[in-house]
């Protein structure tokens, strides 16, 4: 769903003076047509491509550091030398040689980029066919793996970039060919084996994965990345034709065939997904009011300020809130609250959590303690890696279970690597969420926190506040200013807690 940037700057063939290239400072332009970004890192000068091959962001206007270009839109990078992409992104930017003569540097020709076969497991079957699942059999090639590699997955679709089913899709901005991270086919030209069957159990010593129709797949090394389920309440009406949760392709298209300037939809939750759900329904003409137990939206996770903030955004748009509430029951045109209040309601959709898929890791013998346990490169057990929503491990001297799509993306990628025994560690969190026409951008990961410190305007829409639990800078959100995001995520990478401070003053 990248489009191609369009073309400014110098004409790279032609050549620009070498002094024009700063080191880390990309610099755009073009050659043979396609927009090229230069880059100076460890004396060495770079060209790539110019647009992030995640959702199209601009990387002229992101930031280089630990020898990678980062998107400023969502935190892709690629890597300098090679093009290569780690999460959100799964394919690679084009690389081109570059030439310095006589105090000019001149583009070249686009180079194709060579990946020796790398040894690895006999074969390797992915047990779910989200963002984890796909990021790892991706890896696993661009690594130069060339073992059978199988994903099982019972979701009813190919593999779909979830965070459009709430947000563009949703919305009716997206077509439906964007939500797709890779189609069947596209899988098999990368000679992915994809099963569109349930895996019913995992035998860890046998080293198979039992599948709804009997069938048995056999497994060198493992992947489980079961995700998650949504929570449906258990209230009177949970389960009338029109109370929706959202998870699937099939959620998100009955959800938006529901929705039309006629539609009276009650959001249950006033969670990231509920308050996402109730802007694209509103984008539909919908009529939207959002029901939720606490006195103000996400304060539980952005504090009371930015919460109010995200509140008056929805309510400028439309949107009305009956908060301090929960629902006692629903008929087929009404929501019923705790108070006896009534809501009319032609469409519910419930955004109350999420639950982690770990029957089947508990069953073939995984540890379970709130999710799956696994080390610092996402090993269960021998053989055995576990990733995305059900993953628990160890982050900033907490064990955390983060379930957000680019940490998803980022930890299929990981395992992958540790498969082929070349490492492979937790990257600093990051997630994003869109309310009308803002975006959230949430950089590391504050289990609790002290006070929120906003720094310049929430109702500008350019600000960043800063999360910290006992002094320690924990989390960090921005509000239009997308680089100083990319300057936390490195400092934080870094583990360099003065030049965090310095940025966030």
Not at 15 to 35: C, F, K, N, Y
Not at 248 to 276: M, P, W, Y
Not at 473 to 486: F, M, N, P, S, W
């Amino acid at each position: 769903m990248a489009d191609q940037a369009p073309l400014s700057g110098p004409d790279l063939k032609k050549g620009i003076p070498e002094g024009d290239v700063r080191a880390g400072v990309p610099l755009l332009g073009h050659a043979d047509g396609e927009a090229v970004v230069l880059v100076r890192d460890a004396g060495r000068v770079h060209a790539l491509g110019a647009t992030c091959t995640h959702y199209g962001g601009p990387l002229a206007e992101g930031r280089v550091f630990e020898g990678a270009i980062h998107c400023p839109w969502h935190h892709a990078c690629f890597d300098l030398a090679t093009g290569h992409a780690h999460g959100p992104a799964l394919s690679p930017i084009a690389c081109w040689d570059v030439a310095l003569e006589n105090g000019t540097i001149r583009v070249g020709a686009k180079r194709d980029v060579k990946v020796g076969e790398a040894p690895g497991p006999k074969s390797v079957v992915i047990v779910g066919g989200g963002a984890a699942g796909i990021a790892c059999a991706e890896e696993l090639r661009a690594q130069g793996y060339k073992g059978p590699i199988s994903i099982v997955s019972s979701e009813g679709s190919d593999p779909v970039d979830r965070p459009n089913l709430s947000k563009d899709y949703l919305a009716g901005s997206a077509p439906e060919e964007w939500v797709y991270l890779r189609t069947g086919e596209m899988l098999a030209d990368r000679d992915i084996t994809f099963v569109g069957d349930a895996a019913t159990a995992i035998d860890a010593k046998g080293k198979t994965v039992k599948l709804g129709d009997g069938r048995e797949l056999v497994w060198d090394a493992l992947l489980v990345a079961t995700g998650a389920e949504p929570i449906r309440l258990s209230i009177d009406g949970a389960d009338l034709p029109h109370v929706h949760t959202l998870r699937t392709l099939r959620d998100s298209k009955a959800i938006a065939a529901a929705a039309n300037d006629k539609t009276q939809a009650v959001v249950i939750g006033a969670s990231f997904i509920g308050l996402e759900v109730a802007a694209s329904l509103r984008a539909r003409g919908a009529s939207v009011t959002v029901v939720g137990p606490e006195p103000v939206p996400l304060a539980r996770v952005l504090g009371d300020e930015v919460g109010a903030f995200v509140k008056s955004v929805h309510e400028g748009k439309g949107v009305a809130f009956k908060l301090g509430r929960k629902p006692a029951r629903i008929t087929a045109d009404k929501v019923i609250l705790d108070d006896g209040s009534e809501l009319p309601a032609s469409l519910v959709v419930m955004g109350v959590g999420v639950r982690p898929r770990t029957d089947l890791a508990g069953a073939a013998g995984l540890r379970i303690d709130r999710g799956v346990v696994v080390d610092e490169q996402f090993r269960a057990a021998p053989n055995i890696w576990a990733v995305g929503d059900i993953a628990r491990y160890a982050w900033g001297g907490e064990s955390v279970r983060i379930e957000h799509w680019q940490v998803a993306v980022r930890q299929g990628q990981a395992a992958a690597r540790s498969m082929l025994g070349r490492g492979g560690k937790p990257d600093v969190p990051f997630f994003w969420s869109q309310h009308h026409d803002v975006t959230l951008a949430y950089v590391g990961h504050a289990e609790k926190f002290d006070r929120p410190e906003v720094k310049g305007s929430l109702d500008g829409r350019d600000a960043h506040i800063v999360y910290r639990d006992g002094g320690a800078v924990k989390a960090v959100v921005t509000i239009g200013r997308d680089q100083l995001a990319l300057d936390v995520e490195a400092a934080m990478h870094q583990g360099d807690a003065a030049a965090l401070d310095k940025l966030l003053r």
